[in-house]
């Protein structure tokens, strides 16, 4: 058996969340291979909505196992006031997640750290989500992290050399904080971590894999957010592409079957940096009331603009895309004409492969399409699709050479058509 893996190809938010869910029932695990709390995934069903952030999108589905893979950088603060809002509205988990005792652990003294970083950035500041998630990863790398697995073993002294450490950098970068509360919540978020089952994550895969049975991979944030392919240093610190599932749960790349591709049918931002096809106008804005753009961890308005077929199709090529979703095409019922990016203009230059830097004198080149004016949101088949939401799908699939499979009409688990 292999593992399949759902991942978004744009700069995140593209509706992961409620693809996961809609998709858990063919699955018997979901496991969450990369980022944190940063991310922040919807799911909306039986007139209910939630939003999950260190926890897999495969909870709601009957008895499925899902686990928080050894990629995941995990706050237990959060994942304590989030399990705890789930058991409230009759979600328990206990016995529906292991977590994996390689996963990184984000202290509170990383999110002191993430914001000092921030302001010491002035106006290049990259517009972080705050939730400690680049010095967390930063730990990783330079071998001074903390791990689920070291709750288990001397803990305490761990901590304390590496709040000793960071508390060390803060004065040094002159950061006033308070650190009491935050410390508080952390510790009582380490004990209730240990009423659940910590794992050797990439074993549990494999065996899963072997025995038959299937697995389906949540990625978080999205490929334009890659800390390698994205539009760096605007991005997030983890892997965000396909390669991020063999590092983030051990699944080797001749596991890995299907990939599920994720995309708005127009494109969304939120933070600093490059967006090319963004929107300054009353149809960015309209974008962002009809398609309630504001960030689910940070409330933060999201930039809206067209789809960018150039930062798709390398989207598409950096994550070996078998299968394409494409997400809230209900946001653009009511657009006279709909616009693709599909190629930037620089200097007197034609260019389709995404370039190293997006720079000044870019300007996305467009082709334009007839909107259907219409209501697709109580449509449930492709057939019934008018034509001219038809000739939109066609010519992306027909651009990136991948089957678009599943189309989204509006944000619950229903409005979802499977080709
Ligand atoms: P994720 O981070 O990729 O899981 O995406 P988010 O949950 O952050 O953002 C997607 C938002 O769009 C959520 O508010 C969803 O409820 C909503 N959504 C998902 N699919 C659709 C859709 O097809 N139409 C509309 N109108 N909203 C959708
Ligand atoms: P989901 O999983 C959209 C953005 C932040 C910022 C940059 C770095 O819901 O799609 P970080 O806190 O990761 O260091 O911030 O990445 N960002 C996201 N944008 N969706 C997300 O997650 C994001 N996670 C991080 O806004 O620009
Ligand atoms: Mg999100």
């Not at 978080?220 to 749960?249: E, I, K, R």
């Not at 997400?327 to 389709?352: C, H, P, Q, R, W």
């Not at 996305?364 to 949101?377: A, H, M, R, S």
Request: overall charge negative.
């Amino acid at each position: 058996m292999k593992a399949d893996v759902i991942l978004g190809l744009q700069w995140g938010d593209e509706g992961k969340g409620k693809v996961v869910d809609v998709l858990t029932p063919a699955y018997d695990v979901v496991a969450r291979f990369q980022g944190g709390p940063n991310a922040g995934h919807t799911l909306e069903f039986n007139g209910e909505k939630y939003i999950l952030r260190s926890i897999p999108s495969g909870i709601f589905q009957g008895d499925k196992m899902n686990i928080i893979g050894n990629g995941v950088v995990l706050d237990p603060a959060v994942f304590k006031g989030e399990a705890e809002a789930l058991a409230r509205s009759g979600h328990e988990l206990t016995g529906r997640i292991l977590i994996s005792k390689k996963a990184h652990l984000i202290l509170p003294t990383h999110c002191l750290l993430d914001a000092a970083y921030e302001a010491a950035k002035g106006k290049d500041k990259v517009g972080t989500t705050g939730k400690g998630i680049g010095p967390t990863y930063t730990d990783k790398v330079s071998r001074n992290g903390l791990r689920v697995g070291d709750i288990l073993h001397d803990f305490e002294a761990k901590y304390a050399r590496a709040k000793a450490r960071h508390e060390q950098i803060l004065r040094s970068l002159n950061f006033e904080y308070d650190l009491a509360e935050a410390e508080k919540a952390w510790l009582e978020g380490i004990e209730y971590l240990k009423k659940f089952t910590f794992i050797d994550s990439e074993h549990v895969v494999n065996r899963t894999l072997s025995a038959g049975r299937s697995v389906l991979c949540e990625g978080a944030q999205g490929t334009m957010l890659d800390v390698d392919f994205g539009s760096y240093p605007f991005v997030t610190s983890s892997s965000t592409v396909c390669a991020g599932v063999c590092t983030g749960l051990g699944i080797a790349p001749n596991r890995i079957g299907e990939v599920f591709g994720i995309f708005k049918a127009y494109c969304t931002r939120v933070g600093a940096g490059p967006f090319p096809t963004e929107l300054f106008d009353e149809q960015g804005e309209k974008m962002c009331a009809v398609g309630r753009e504001y960030g689910s961890v940070t409330g933060r308005k999201r930039r809206c603009g067209w789809l960018d077929l150039v930062a798709l199709k390398y989207a598409v090529m950096i994550d070996g895309v078998t299968s394409l979703i494409m997400m809230k095409a209900d946001v653009l019922n009511d657009f006279e004409t709909i616009k693709i990016a599909t190629s930037y203009k620089i200097g007197n230059e034609f260019v389709t492969e995404f370039p190293y830097e997006i720079t000044e004198n870019l300007e996305p080149v467009y082709t334009e399409f007839k909107g259907w004016l219409c209501d697709i949101n109580a449509i449930r088949r492709y057939e019934d699709f008018p034509l001219e939401l038809k000739t939109y799908v066609e010519f992306i699939e027909a651009e990136t050479g991948v089957p678009v499979k599943i189309i989204s009409v509006g944000p619950d688990r229903e409005a979802t058509i499977v080709r």
